[in-house]
């Protein structure tokens, strides 16, 4: 065997090794405590969008200085919930294509800590009080952010639509 044959037949299989273990570890993702960072999107960016939805949809929307759009549909009488109450509701919530990603039903509720929802149902189911109906369209850095969640289901950097109506509070 000449050595410039020598060379090719070792070099064939060496330069695959090489490739693969490139590969391999080019596609591994780093999993570290804070290695992940994303910016989430200034409200102001998703206003016109959200806007847009509201008017497609019919909702005549009142804009928080935290740049959530709300429009009160019944506001309800007795008890408003707090930053600590626990919090009954029926819901369905979509995104601005109008998938439905969630959703209690008609006839049952979803209890929960209003300390432990996103920030725009924090911000926003305050406004009424027990029996109130509300529609939030949430920008997405008050909801789920630049990390989107539901492992897929909401996208990064999606502002929200939910219908609410506040059964009971706790």
């Not at 920030?119 to 406004?127: A, H, R, S, V």
Request: proline residues 6%; negative net charge.
């Amino acid at each position: 065997m000449t050595e410039t044959r020598l060379m090719k037949t070792a070099l064939i299989p060496f330069l695959a090794i090489c490739l693969c273990a490139f590969s391999i570890q080019s596609c591994q993702v780093n999993y570290e405590p804070g290695s992940y960072s994303c910016t989430n999107l200034d409200p102001s960016v998703e206003a016109p969008a959200m806007l847009k939805f509201a008017a497609d949809n019919g909702i005549t929307p009142v804009k928080d200085s935290s740049g959530l759009l709300y429009e009160i549909i019944a506001q309800g009488t007795g008890q408003t919930p707090t930053f600590s109450s626990r919090v009954y509701v029926t819901y369905t919530a979509q995104l601005m294509d109008g998938t439905i990603f969630d959703s209690t039903g008609s006839s049952s509720t979803k209890d929960f800590l209003l300390s432990e929802a996103i920030k725009g149902w924090q911000i926003g189911l305050p406004k009424i009080q027990t029996n109130g109906h509300i529609k939030l369209i949430i920008p997405s850095a008050l909801g789920y952010g630049c990390a989107g969640a539901m492992s897929g289901r909401i996208p990064p950097n999606s502002p929200l639509y939910y219908d609410i109506i506040l059964v009971s509070v706790q």
